[in-house]
C-alpha cells in the first residue's frame, strides 16, 4: 500500500487516482493515517460486507432477517439512486 501526505495528495491527485485503481492509498495527515482512496468497486463490496454483517446482528437481538434485509437495503439503494 502506497502513503502520500495530505500535501502530496493535493499536488499528485491523479496519480493516487491511478494507484487507488491497483491498490489502496494512504493518505497521512501531521504523519498519521488519515484516510484510505480505494475503487468504488471496493468500497462497494466493503460496505455489503459491513452491511450484511450488521444486519445479521439485528436478526439474533429479534430485528429483522438477514433476507428482510437484504430487502429493504435493495430497496433503499434503488430510492437513492434515483435521487
Known sequence: ???FSATEAKAK??????????EPVTI???GRPYVVVLPMEAYEIL????LLL???KAEKEGF????ES???LKK??????KT
Open 13 to 22: 491527485l491523479g496519480l493516487i487516482l491511478d494507484t487507488a485503481q491497483r
Open 76 to 81: 433503499l439503494r434503488k430510492k437513492h439512486a
Open 28 to 30: 497521512e495527515k501531521q
Open 47 to 50: 460496505e455489503n460486507y459491513y
Open 54 to 56: 450488521r444486519a445479521e
Open 1 to 3: 500500500m502506497q502513503t
Open 64 to 67: 429483522l432477517s438477514v433476507k
Open 70 to 72: 437484504e430487502a429493504v
